[in-house]
């Protein structure tokens, strides 16, 4: 089954405003990842967060863990049209070297 | 510094006929995996190698075999291909940080591999 689920599975915003999007988890993990992916493309790797961390900023992007809850969020903040894709947390179990990954989000941001 | 490289970048095969997906990466990771993702969906582990000269599966190895040919090259074969396995593949690399963790992953471009 799948290690880290996605929520919501779709979200549409206007452009300007703020994105948020969380990942759940079942067991613990020694990090989480987060990726986006445009449409037909690769991964892009967004923000790198270890288990012993509670949040990560990078540019317009903040990623929060939660480990009692097993979860984590990503916010993206003054979204632009070019955010629009789809976006992925992966975990890696403790004590494995392989990341599971959710099913995705998929924002649109309208211009 | 090329990342990851996979190739082809696109195949079709016909059900039954075989095939070698070949991945390289130039970043001195020793962790490699092939992904899987079909349409709409997440990327799902097919197998992964911690280290040259392991390899483990991971969630949907049934079908593959792989091969861990230096730290650089991880190919993934098709013994006989099914139209299920028609999908877009992934391989990415890791570095490993130690105490059974590794680090971030980076991926190539992917190959679309149709199976008729």
């Known amino acids: 089954s799948q290690q880290g689920e996605e929520d919501p599975q779709a979200l549409s915003i206007q452009e300007g405003e703020n994105a948020t999007m969380n990942c759940s988890y079942k067991t613990s993990i020694n990090n989480l990842q987060w990726y986006r992916q445009n449409s037909g493309r690769g991964l892009v790797h967004l923000i790198l967060i270890r288990s012993n961390e509670r949040e990560k900023h990078s540019g317009r992007l903040r990623v929060t863990l939660d480990t009692s809850k097993k979860s984590s969020s990503l916010l993206i903040t003054a979204s632009r049209a070019a955010d629009t894709a789809s976006y992925f947390c992966a975990t890696d179990r403790s004590g494995t070297y392989k990341y599971i990954f959710g099913t995705g989000t998929r924002l649109k941001v309208l211009a | 510094n090329a990342g990851v490289t996979q190739t082809p970048k696109f195949q079709v095969l016909k059900t039954g006929q075989s095939m070698t997906l070949q991945c390289a990466q130039d970043?001195?990771?020793?962790?490699m995996y092939w992904y899987r993702q079909d349409p709409g969906m997440g990327l799902r582990l097919i197998y992964y190698s911690a280290s040259e000269g392991t390899t483990d599966k991971g969630e949907v190895p049934n079908g593959y075999n792989v091969s861990r040919l230096n730290k650089r090259e991880f190919s993934l074969r098709l013994e006989s291909a099914a139209p299920s396995q028609t999908s877009v593949y992934f391989c990415?690399?890791?570095?490993?940080?130690?105490?059974?963790?590794?680090?971030?992953?980076?991926f190539g471009p992917g190959t679309r591999l149709t199976v008729l």
């Open positions: 990415a690399s890791s570095a490993y940080t130690g105490g059974g963790k590794t680090d971030t992953q980076y």
């Open positions: 970043m001195n990771h020793n962790s």
